[in-house]
T-cell receptor
Framework: QKEVEQDPGPLSVPEGAIVSLNCTYS??????FMWYRQYSRKGPELLMY????GNKEDGRFTAQVDKSSKYISLFIRDSQPSDSATYLC??????????FGDGTTLTVKP | DTEVTQTPKHLVMGMTNKKSLKCEQH?????MYWYKQKAKKPPELMFV???????INESVPSRFSPECPNSSLLNLHLHALQPEDSALYLC???????????????FGDGTRLSIL
């Protein structure tokens, strides 16, 4: 069983839709949680970083962490065609080892 | 453009060649990372340097040799690679500190490596 499971997708939504991306994890040593966006032929770009249970908002993006359920989510409001990319969840232990989910490919259609 | 710069962007090499990948950051970060990413797969951690010292080696074959000459630079020396080593090699950096994990990593755009 993988330490991090991410909804595989692919996901296709119309422009303006609310997108929900999700990951679950099994390792209690994960303390820090990130969401990255990766465009084709580019490196992952950090979108959100959080370390406590609850919600964190940044513009159209909201990251949600539930440590008791070992579940994290990323919500994208008013999705745009430019949001079309692969979204990766990632989790860190205190030692700095990052484990990534397999990624969800999102397409936002105009 | 990212604040982590990787060169070259593309590299084609034979199995007997020796080459190096270079990564540079000027954000004052003290932790640097090498990842390998195959197509349609997530990045896989290879090495972590903290304060120029190797702190994590994820059992990477010795044909990959990392080097951190100073806090801004990270190299990955390649020798006698195999075709299955063809991948995107990503460098990342983070602020660093006693708890490496409590700072997010910032990635470069990678070097796309092809082994003939």
């Amino acid at each position: 069983q993988k330490e991090v499971e991410q909804d595989p997708g692919p996901l296709s939504v119309p422009e303006g839709a609310i997108v929900s991306l999700n990951c679950t994890y099994s390792n209690s040593a994960f303390q820090y949680f990130m969401w990255y966006r990766q465009y084709s032929r580019k490196g992952p770009e950090l979108l959100m970083y959080t370390y406590s249970s609850g919600n964190k908002e940044d513009g159209r993006f909201t990251a949600q962490v539930d440590k008791s359920s070992k579940y994290i989510s990323l919500f994208i409001r008013d999705s745009q065609p430019s949001d079309s990319a692969t979204y990766l969840c990632a989790m860190n232990t205190n030692a700095g080892k990052s484990t990534f989910g397999d990624g969800t490919t999102l397409t936002v259609k105009p | 453009d990212t604040e982590v710069t990787q060169t070259p962007k593309h590299l084609v090499m034979g199995m007997t060649n020796k080459k190096s990948l270079k990564c540079e950051q000027h954000m004052g970060h003290r932790a640097m990372y090498w990842y390998k990413q195959k197509a349609k797969k997530p990045p896989e951690l290879m090495f972590v340097y903290s304060y120029e010292k190797l702190s994590i080696n994820e059992s990477v074959p010795s044909r990959f040799s990392p080097e951190c000459p100073n806090s801004s630079l990270l190299n990955l020396h390649l020798h006698a690679l195999q075709p299955e080593d063809s991948a995107l090699y990503l460098c990342a950096s983070s602020r660093g500190g006693l708890l490496l994990g409590n700072q997010p990593q910032h990635f470069g755009d990678g070097t796309r490596l092809s082994i003939l």
